[in-house]
């Protein structure tokens, strides 16, 4: 984005929100390296279902990655937008 968020003024921060207009297909650089097999298990297991449930595991998610909190915290905090990009 080459500008801070937290460093524009106020006025500014809608135009550097703007320059994200693919912002609801964004993915992280971690999910993009998965390879394919990998992709589809957790795009399972991270639905909002699987991971509203008590036993959610989360040593499945770390078998398939090396990264299982930060796509864990990617699924909850960017839904729906995280589902869609999976």
Do not use: H
């Not at 080459?2 to 650089?29: H, K, M, Q, W």
């Amino acid at each position: 984005l080459g500008r801070s968020l937290f460093n524009s003024p106020i006025g500014d921060t809608t135009a550097v929100i703007n320059e994200c207009s693919d912002f609801n297909s964004y993915s992280p650089p971690e999910w993009n390296e998965l390879p394919t097999e990998a992709k589809a298990k957790l795009a399972n297991l991270l639905t909002w279902e699987n991971l509203s449930k008590w036993d959610f595991n989360i040593f499945e998610v770390a078998g398939l990655t090396n990264d299982p909190l930060l796509l864990v915290g990617w699924a909850l905090l960017c839904e729906p937008m995280a589902q869609e990009a999976m």
